[in-house]
């Protein structure tokens, strides 16, 4: 019986994988390799402008990928172009004999000796030749045993199976090249595709999640993963300046008299100096962005310099804020916080409400008002009720639960080895809270009962909903945001807050930001055991509520606990 597997023996179907692997990685490169010319911004002779020109005109890995892929992609094209698709395998004696089925010995016999004669008469490749002849002999030898040819009659071949090879050098298949084989497989596969892989997926989204290039992240990471301790928003400023690349390449359009004349502003009025060497465009606008209150400051600054500041070093801060999370910066972390803050605040408190219309534009309410011109805005109900959306909040309880103790309101010990709930209950000052103690679900319904859904109902569903198996961090009762006190005028910043949580001064996570409703607002957490958390019998936890846009409304409940 023949063979059942098939393959392709002239090698097409290789070409055709190659040229299907390549094709992606030329287009993907393409771009990258031959990027559209940019101009350059304004000269600039600090440190980080001058590497960036200097990697521009320099090393380009991707114009290397591409090339390296153009030329080897030519082999497969030629091959699947010139080559013919053959398959060996598909074996059929009465095809391969020219006979029908009620062909007798005699004329397989005549149709056998013919096509040999043939076959060996013909000046062909050597190796083709043999081929044939053997696929004739076999023909020959199945339908001259009876019984075989029954059984194909019957039957056929069978059942085939496909089998596509890649071809692999002669040399490659002696015995004393087994090792090298193996190395090589190691070496391509184990080492060098998961670098390739890593490095194009890491490159193929230019932004992370906050707004900021990978880049910069990566760079704010290295700078801040051996810090111990940073005490001024200042710092946090230089560090975001000197790793944004978006910064970096952005064309400030501020002239360099209004920038020598704001540095000279922020250390002889407000006392902020800059270090040596960082006397930069991007460092003075920075600086500059929390000094708006001062008049000249305003006035020298270009409109499209400072949202670009402005968005670039909320991205920042964001940025750092998750980066110090992650490495357990307590105070980095709540630093943040602070710099998010004297931004949004900046902005001239007397002409906020007159930013709230689409139609106003900044020359036109500060500008104008500084040389001495009107501006009047017919105020809408909603401004003159803004002051009262800007209200603070305050944590009334904190509830926790676990499948063994269930829920703990006033108790003080806890199986540290269960996995825990916890539940921050909020309400706005003024607001009466509607807060009730929690109470376990009750199953009434006998031990042997058939009815078993009576073990998957929620025990304590107020603290640990079916929704904390989705999401760690569930949020009832918010609203959506309205605009803060003092919106930044190109970006209108939301009036949020945010749930802070600390096991023994750890930080362990904080929720996304919302506004309280009016009625009362619940913050429900999914965490590991306590043990995981920590390796005291103590636990100390507390819940930090953050006003993310003002000073002074932040609170703070605490709750200690006994692990058994």
Known sequence: MSSKYEYDASGVSSSLLAIVLLVPVIAITYSRAFPPKKTLPAPCRCQECVKLKEERRGFNIYRIIFLCACALIALPIKNAIMG???????????????????????????????????????????????????????????????????????????EVGKSHVIAIPEWALSQNSAILIILIYISLLGIALPKVVSYLWKFSFDYSAV???????????????????????????????????????????????????????????????????????RHVLSLSALALKNEQVLTLIDNSDLSKIQEELLNGAMAVRLISQHLKQKEIFYLTFDLERCLVLSIPEPKYSELQYPDTHFPDVFIKAFEGKKYDVEHSEIDKEIDQNMFKAKIVAIDMYTAVDGPITKGEVITGSAECSLRVVLVREG?????????PLKVSAPVDTEDLSIFTDEECPEISPKELEKSPIVIRGSVDSVSAHNPLFYAPQKYTWSVVLEVNGVLITESSGFTPGVADTEVLFKLPSFQSLTHSKKAVVDVHLVCTKFFNRDTLFRKTLILR
């Open 431 to 439: 607001h009466a809270s509607q807060y009730l103690p929690p109470t």
């Open 84 to 158: 013919k698709y053959e398959r060996t395998g598909a074996f059929d004696p009465y095809d391969v004999l020219s006979l029908d089925t009620s062909a007798t010995d005699q004329d397989v016999l005549t149709a056998y000796r013919s096509l040999v004669r043939e076959t060996k008469m013909n000046r062909e490749d050597k190796r083709a030749q043999n081929e044939k002849v053997q696929k004739i002999l076999r023909a020959k030898d199945l339908l001259l045993d009876h019984a075989k040819r029954e059984s194909w009659d019957a039957f056929g071949e069978g």
């Open 211 to 281: 707004g900021i290039s990978y880049r910069t992240a990566e760079s704010l990471f290295h700078q801040m993963k051996h810090v111990k301790k940073c005490s001024t928003i200042y710092t946090l400023i230089e560090w975001i300046t000197q790793s944004s690349t978006e910064m970096a390449e952005h064309a400030w359009k501020t002239p360099q008299a209004n920038l020598d004349r704001l540095q000279r502003i922020l250390s002889a009025d407000l006392a902020i100096s800059t270090a040596p060497g960082l006397a930069s465009a």
